[in-house]
């Protein structure tokens, strides 16, 4: 997964008032929910992309050590959505309502900070007005799978089309997936039992079928063997038969030369 936000970009220089980076990137007010200033809408959109970088451990410092925990940033979307967005008309949509709901999930927020710094060409010299690689990098992907509308999601290279919901989305993240998680299977997508069901019954067709071929086998070589002792019975019962008979005619023959 990798979360990319919507964003504009704005040729009006008196529309720049909701932008960073001389227009490139903007978000419009959002008067309904009592956010009146586009730029913190762009903020806090990095500040996201940071927050999840850090938790999956893609964005590190040695200097200031932050467990891998990929639920930290679901934690704070929950938190933020109810802490700065949900009607709360006590906290403004804002740094400072970020910032206490990054305290409040336990994250580095010095950590934090760097990443936000660092996300602008030429950290060191900060401005509002310097190009930022991570929403740059969002608009290379907006560009490279041709998306015209969010939410828009993508798995395995392919966007997910058609009526979209969360149990669409969740089953196409389950198709997806070699090993699948245990909720692809509680959710009913899938039956657990499938898989195992196939290699269960193709070792008991196996087995049947070497039990029969032994079974055959073993049939096979007691007939054999008991053909062969009848057979070797009966040449015996011939060759002692012609013995007689050999001797039979030298006694008569013998008999005769003496009369």
């Known amino acids: 997964m990798n979360p990319d936000y ?16 001389n227009g490139l990137y903007c978000a419009f007010p959002r008067y309904d929910l009592d956010i009146s200033d586009g730029r913190e ?19 590190k410092l040695k200097e200031f050590p932050q467990k891998i925990n990929k639920d930290i940033y679901w934690n704070y979307m929950e938190k933020f959505y109810d802490k700065c967005i949900k009607g709360n008309i006590s906290i403004e949509f804002n740094e400072k309502c970020s910032s206490d709901t990054v305290k409040e999930i336990g994250l580095n927020e010095i950590l934090l900070r760097h990443c936000v710094y660092n996300s602008y060409e030429n950290p060191q010299n900060f401005s ?30 392919k966007i997910i089309k058609g009526d979209i919901n969360a149990n669409n989305l969740l089953e196409a993240i389950c198709a997806s997936m070699v090993n699948k998680d245990e909720i692809c299977y509680t959710k009913g997508f899938f039956k657990k039992d ?54 039979m005619t030298k006694y008569f023959s013998l008999r005769e030369n003496k009369i």
Do not use: T
């Not at 809408?41 to 964005?59: A, H, L, M, P």
């Not at 007005?129 to 395995?156: D, G, T």
């Not at 079928?209 to 009848?230: D, E, H, Q, T």
């Open 6 to 21: 919507k964003k504009n970009k704005i040729d009006n220089k008196h529309a720049f008032s909701n932008c960073i980076a």
């Open 41 to 59: 809408i762009i903020y806090e959109n990095i500040r996201q992309k940071c927050i999840y970088f850090i938790s999956n451990g893609i964005y």
């Open 128 to 157: 509002m007005f310097n190009n930022n690689l991570l929403l740059e990098e969002e608009n290379i992907s907006k560009k490279k799978w041709n998306i015209k509308m969010f939410p828009s999601f993508i798995v395995n290279n």
């Open 194 to 247: 499938n898989y195992n069901s196939f290699i269960i019954n193709f070792f008991v067709i196996f087995g049947i079928f070497i039990f029969f071929l032994a079974f055959n086998f073993l049939v096979y070589v007691i007939c054999r063997r008991f053909i062969n002792k009848k057979l070797n019975e009966k040449i015996q019962k011939v060759e002692i038969h012609g013995k007689i008979n050999q001797e």
